[in-house]
T-cell receptor, first 114, second 116 residues
Framework: ETGVTQTPRHLVMGMTNKKSLKCEQH?????MYWYKQSAKKPLELMFV???????ENNSVPSRFSPECPNSSHLFLHLHTLQPEDSALYLC?????????????FGQGTRLTVV | AQKVTQAQTEISVVEKEDVTLDCVYE???????LFWYKQPPSGELVFLIR??????QNEISGRYSWNFQKSTSSFNFTITASQVVDSAVYFC?????????????FGQGTTLQVKP
């Protein structure tokens, strides 16, 4: 297993569906992140988890619900999404402490809401 | 507030040309980290370099070089003798120590197209 793994790679869902994105890191890091990348927009931070605790919610709508059961796994639960939520969702991990290391990213989940 | 600006939206060069990608940042933190990432069409962000605010030495890694200047709050990235495989979106990012979360603030990205 290498780095940061995200599943699924592609997801198409209807506005009434419920789905979950999964992220797993094998780097022993203590922080995990969800970022959203929409077309023609910069990467936007959504959530931050440090030592399994959510430390930042960047004003994300409640139809996105994160879950971090342990320091290696991060989920993003999706329900009643809108077409404008279609984007690439990237998970990352890093080691945070006296010095912040670089973040390692998964390959992303390309989400299409129809 | 923290902000990263990459003024160049798209750059197109011919193979073997040198190209510089600009990055300007704003932060009130005295300790911070700057990064460059490459995003090929596959979507994954590939880490290229990390620089802390106390280390202004320029760095060279093969055809890549970085010029960090605190006086102008810039962290520019130069690719020498560009190749078609360098075609990608490049992101500059900032992480301030004050947040203590390791979150990254990204610039808008620069799309580099290298033509054969």
């Amino acid at each position: 297993e290498t780095g940061v793994t995200q599943t699924p790679r592609h997801l198409v869902m209807g506005m009434t569906n419920k789905k979950s994105l999964k992220c797993e890191q094998h780097l022993g890091h203590n922080a995990m992140y969800w970022y959203k990348q929409s077309a023609k927009k910069p990467l936007e931070l959504m959530f931050v988890y440090n030592f399994k605790e959510q430390t930042e919610n960047n004003s994300v709508p409640s139809r996105f619900s994160p879950e971090c059961p342990n320091s290696s796994h991060l989920f993003l639960h999706l329900h009643t999404l809108q077409p404008e939520d279609s984007a690439l969702y990237l998970c990352a991990s890093s080691q945070v402490g006296s010095a912040n290391t670089e973040a390692f990213f998964g390959q992303g989940t390309r989400l299409t809401v129809v | 507030a923290q902000k990263v600006t990459q003024a160049q939206t798209e750059i197109s060069v011919v193979e073997k040309e040198d190209v510089t990608l600009d990055c300007v940042y704003e932060t009130r933190d005295t300790t911070y980290y700057l990064f460059w990432y490459k995003q090929p069409p596959s979507g994954e962000l590939v880490f290229l370099i990390r620089r802390n605010s106390f280390d202004e030495q320029n760095e060279i890694s093969g055809r890549y070089s970085w010029n960090f200047q605190k006086s102008t709050s810039s962290f520019n990235f130069t690719i020498t003798a560009s190749q078609v495989v360098d075609s990608a979106v490049y992101f500059c990012a900032l992480s301030g120590i004050s947040s203590n979360t390791g979150k990254l603030i990204f610039g808008q990205g620069t799309t580099l197209q290298v033509k054969p």
